[in-house]
């Protein structure tokens, strides 16, 4: 497995995304209200794509970054709900937001439930539903950045042995050299030539930054 340097990517985790024009997909088969809808996010300086009916969606659409999908609950076919879960089931992960005319709790609580960001009830208030797609897009943004830097800090970790590891999370816990010596067998001067290798492989100055990364990596793990 290739490895990378601590410092290569310490510098990936804290590299800034390239800013990207929002986007949104809009899926709704009522073609008056879908260009009234593009109206508002075009005047709001969203990117739009919009879809009359749910086959014509699934089809056709690719995932963007900066991006959230404008869904109508009640659609011949296929609708709002049925389509958030296809999308699930395929992994597509850009927030969703429903609007229906009859947000009634049983429907609110199921899409809420199967991931939804919102669910909106007709009428639409332009201001309301610009807010919440976007903080629907910075939401996800946000997550995906975390997982990012999980991911990222696992990397990190595997630089180590597997000998390194277990001295690395014992330092972490705050345990001196003598007792992880003991917990794992070894002299307590084995320790401390192990915990140099490991601030010196992942270029941390304390057990508390050491600390700061396992947990970050340990970020999702249930």
Do not use: W
């Not at 199967?114 to 946000?142: C, D, H, N, Y």
């Amino acid at each position: 497995m290739e490895r990378h340097s601590a410092s290569h990517l310490s510098n990936m985790m804290n590299t800034e995304d390239t800013p990207t024009v929002p986007h949104v997909a809009i899926v709704d088969d009522d073609a008056f209200f879908r260009r009234a809808l593009e109206r508002i996010f075009s005047s709001a300086g969203f990117r739009v794509e919009s879809f009359g009916d749910a086959e014509n969606f699934l089809s056709g659409y690719i995932p963007k970054p900066d991006a959230c999908i404008i869904l109508d609950l009640r659609m011949p076919f296929i609708g709002g709900l049925e389509i958030q879960q296809r999308l699930k089931d395929r992994h597509i992960d850009v927030p969703v937001i429903i609007y229906t005319g009859n947000a009634d709790v049983p429907v609110t609580v199921a899409a809420m439930q199967a991931g939804a960001f919102a669910v909106l009830e007709k009428p639409l208030s332009s201001e309301l539903l610009i807010m919440q797609t976007r903080a629907a897009i910075a939401s996800s943004k946000e997550r995906r950045a975390k997982r990012e830097q999980t991911t990222l800090a696992r990397a990190r970790l595997e630089i180590l042995t597997e000998r390194e590891r277990e001295t690395a999370q014992h330092l972490a816990e705050g345990l001196s050299a003598p007792r992880i010596g003991e917990a794992l067998g070894i002299s307590p001067r084995t320790v401390e030539a192990h915990r140099v290798n490991v601030f010196r492989k992942l270029e941390v100055k304390s057990a508390a930054e050491l600390a700061r990364l396992i947990v970050l990596a340990e970020l999702g793990e249930t």
